[in-house]
């Protein structure tokens, strides 16, 4: 199966050489979406939506094609997510209707401490949890796609490895997007032996076009496909265990070797006629994506129009709101209590939704966390990453975000494996109200602590209408993962957008701290930012943010896919 695989890489990369650098992104939109009645794959790489695409047709289901997407990204897209990082994964099962949560987000090890960032002052050291084996938790990406196959796929699981292992060894030309990303972390790569190695010609960086070989990497790899479990007790167990020894970090074999996923209950509320899951903590996504949906609530927002300055004020404050609670509850369950039912419950929705002012912008100082007696009362109402979108001809959905955090994670690989590594352990709060590489600030429920998984924004979501599937999508992004997602199921879901147009609309985001709206350039009239200026807005506009993708059912029973415009993924589908 591997040589046949391989051979139709290797035809396919001579393809893409073509595509990704003779043509522009706008000349090719027919592959950033795609309609199909049998199975769709979309990722944030062509390679890796090709490699799920494969995997349906040999006859795999939506979890075989997720899991060998995913592995296909750790591949071709290491500086946003790989085997050395962790993630969420919902999975809807068409027989059975239910959505069900995998956490395999990446935890912290045993010899981590809530301290272990700062200096003798007690201040914060500069990219301490940033740079470097210290700043990496453990890896789950690997223990959670076989949790998922093992109990759910239908090829063998080397099957579903052999896209990766194929890519690594043969080698694909690297993207513009790619040759940047390593420009970006030049500093922290070239200081790491064995990642220059891997992502440098000698310490000179790669241009487009050229090919990137992991033999490294396939080895690997192809130690995974026979025996997923190396990675936690075998070879590459203990090539993590001594590299981490040598380098600063404090990853032993023992915290591998207890590395579980955790199967979770998926965070699911009703907008209008419509069901929506998504990921319950230790990501904040699904609670306040719901959150912010109930406090927009029966806002005519198809009559106030989608750029309209009341729309756009609505969404901020609301998002406001929203981040302010993030920051004061938000936490790993396991450790922490975290109100989910009262902050999702409509009741306090309506609440907060009191509290904004149409004709003027709350600062971020005014906006506060409710104590908690007041949220209390109703508890009993019944950042780089990567999203990948798969459904197949059963009407499987897998809706999956992972990472390694920053780009090219701590910017250094462990020795002997080509496996980059996460510094995932900036997503805690070093300190109390010092924000994080987002701009994320956290409290007392996101400290860090032995065996603790950091807080997340990942917000995989699938949506139903009246039992059916409706809609599957996720994004990349930081702290603007929730936002983006909010976004694209209101376009879809209100405003009737086909999924193109919907995950590649303009974009506004606010978090609470920074006090600023950040919305897209040229997305917005000067008329409309001008209005919400005097409203009392700090307004910052940027260049496009995150790399979004969806899968919709249309009324007529196609399935259509759409990858972001503002990156290089596309829709596959047969």
Aim: hydrophobic share 40%.
């Amino acid at each position: 199966m591997l040589p046949k695989f391989s051979s139709k890489v290797r035809i396919y990369t001579l393809f893409l050489t073509v595509v990704l650098f003779g043509c522009q992104q706008q000349q090719r939109p027919n592959l950033q979406q795609q309609r199909s009645k049998q199975g769709m794959a979309v990722s944030a790489h062509p390679l890796a939506s090709e490699a799920g695409l494969n995997v349906l047709q040999q006859g795999g289901n939506a979890v075989d094609a997720a899991a060998a997407a995913a592995l296909a990204i750790s591949v071709v897209e290491p500086f946003s997510a790989g085997i050395g990082g962790g993630g969420f994964l919902l999975l809807r099962r068409a027989e059975t209707g239910t959505v069900q949560a995998l956490d395999f987000r990446e935890r912290a090890p045993k010899r981590a401490a809530r301290d272990m960032y700062l200096d003798r002052q007690g201040k914060v050291r500069p990219r301490a949890s940033l740079d470097g084996h210290l700043a990496a938790g453990i890896p789950g990406t690997v223990a959670g796609l076989y949790t998922v196959h093992r109990e759910y796929g239908k090829l063998p699981w080397a099957a579903v490895v052999a896209p990766a292992i194929a890519l690594a060894e043969n080698g694909f030309p690297v993207s513009s997007r790619f040759t940047k990303a390593v420009e970006r972390r030049s500093d922290a790569i070239k200081r790491n032996r064995a990642a220059r190695q891997v992502f440098t010609r000698g310490g000179t960086l790669y241009r487009p076009g050229e090919l990137l070989v992991q033999r490294d990497l396939a080895r690997t790899l192809r130690k995974i496909s026979q025996n997923p479990q190396s990675f936690y007790t075998g070879d590459i167990a203990r090539a993590i265990a001594s590299d981490m020894a040598k380098n600063g970090g404090i990853i032993t074999l023992e915290d591998l070797k207890n590395y579980t996923p955790i199967w979770r209950n998926p965070v699911c509320g009703n907008f209008r006629t419509y069901q929506i899951c998504a990921m319950s903590p230790p990501s904040s996504g699904g609670v306040h994506l719901l959150q912010i949906l109930n406090i927009l609530g029966d806002a005519d927002l198809n009559k106030l129009g989608r750029k309209s300055p009341d729309t756009l004020h609505l969404l901020a404050e609301s998002m406001r709101i929203a981040y302010a609670d993030r920051a004061e509850y938000l936490g790993d369950p396991d450790f922490v209590t975290v109100p989910v039912k009262a902050l999702t419950s409509k009741n306090y929705a309506t609440l907060r939704r009191s509290q904004i002012q149409m004709s003027k912008a709350k600062t971020s100082i005014e906006v506060k966390a409710v104590d908690a007696q007041t949220l209390n009362r109703f508890a009993y109402e019944s950042p780089e990453t990567t999203h990948l979108t798969v459904v197949d001809k059963e009407r499987n959905v897998v809706s999956l975000t992972f990472t390694v955090n920053g780009g090219f994670g701590a910017g250094a690989v462990a020795a002997g494996t080509g496996i980059l590594l996460n510094n995932e352990m900036d997503d805690f709060a070093s300190a109390p109200g010092v924000p994080n590489l987002f701009g994320l600030v956290g409290g007392e429920a996101n400290s860090i602590a032995p065996g603790k998984t950091p807080l997340s924004s990942m917000t995989p979501i699938i949506v139903t209408e009246n039992g059916k599937f409706r809609l599957a999508a996720g994004a990349p992004g930081g702290s603007t993962i929730i936002t983006t997602v909010l976004q694209i199921v209101l376009n879809v879901l209100v405003y009737d957008m086909n999924a193109g147009e919907a995950v590649s609309a303009p974009r506004v985001h606010h978090q609470w701290l920074p006090d600023r709206l950040m919305v897209e350039k040229a997305g917005f009239d000067a008329a409309t930012l001008d209005d919400l200026r005097r409203r009392g807005h700090v307004i910052r506009e940027g260049e496009g943010w995150g790399n979004a993708n969806a899968i919709v059912l249309t009324s007529d029973g196609w399935l259509e896919g759409a990858a972001d415009r503002r990156g290089e993924g596309e829709a596959r589908g047969f």
